[in-house]
């Protein structure tokens, strides 16, 4: 299991790069449960699985185990913090955030598809 630092640390920096428990799970090819149950420590890490979440938080696997929330946020007005890095360019990143949401809007369109198949199989339309 991981240890109860690192857990908080993934949970701490996805938070503050404003991704989901979802984005991260379809980032990973895992289920959203499957990655809540990262966070809460449920489920064994493996070092490859912990440097696929350090890559999506383009981050080295180290921070994972030393990041400190308080520092990052009292750091912020400072200078550009280390650990949480964004695009060179302003218009990359609000691309990528763009496309992120695309994606994830478009997964969560067939879902609610599948959702509606199911219950008109069940129970006819409306």
Do not use: C, W
């Amino acid at each position: 299991m991981i240890t109860h630092s690192v857990k908080k640390n993934i949970r701490s920096i996805r938070e503050l790069k404003n991704y989901t428990q979802e984005y991260m799970a379809d980032e990973l090819g895992i289920s959203q449960a499957g990655y809540s149950k990262i966070e809460k420590g449920k489920t064994d890490l493996s070092f490859k699985k912990l440097t696929q979440i350090a890559s999506i938080f383009e981050i080295s696997p180290e921070v994972l185990f030393h990041f400190d929330t308080q520092n990052y946020l009292d750091n912020l007005g400072h200078h550009e913090p280390e650990l949480i890095k964004t695009a060179d360019e302003p218009l990359i990143t609000v691309q990528k955030l763009y496309e992120d949401k695309i994606r994830l809007l478009e997964l969560l369109l067939s879902k609610t598809d599948l959702e509606l198949k199911r219950y008109t199989e069940k129970y006819g339309r409306i």
